[in-house]
């Protein structure tokens, strides 16, 4: 198909474009932008296997693999290596149980002069 070959040009232009970021010891790449970009082109890798696109789940397992390179040595946190993923996925689980359940009547703002319906 040449989909699968449209898409594959895709995923090489991503990581044509990853690459120089990689490559730079100083770059720092915040976790909340590098996980679920790294997810995304793995989850992207799997469903083009599934539906037979081998080239595009090449490319896609290429992006997967740049952007898991990224998360794992690019990120502003002191730590590197794929550990970095369990402490993006803990620090998450830290936020929501910090916020809390909100019951949205207590939160809810009126402007002056409007009706709270």
Do not use: K
Not at 102 to 117: C, F, I, L, R, V
């Amino acid at each position: 198909m040449w989909q699968d070959l449209i898409f594959l040009a895709g995923s090489v232009l991503s990581i044509v474009f990853l690459a120089p970021t990689v490559r730079d010891v100083t770059a720092n790449i915040p976790l909340a932008s590098s996980v679920p970009s790294m997810t995304i082109g793995a989850v992207y890798a799997v469903t083009y296997a599934t539906m037979g696109m081998r080239f595009s789940a090449l490319g896609s397992l290429g992006v997967a693999a740049m952007w898991s390179l990224i998360v794992s040595y690019r990120s502003p946190g002191p730590h590197d290596g794929p550990a970095n993923v369990g402490r993006f996925v803990r620090s998450l689980f830290r936020q929501a149980r910090r916020s809390g359940p909100e019951t949205g009547t207590e939160n809810e703002y009126t402007a002056p002069g409007q009706s709270a319906d």
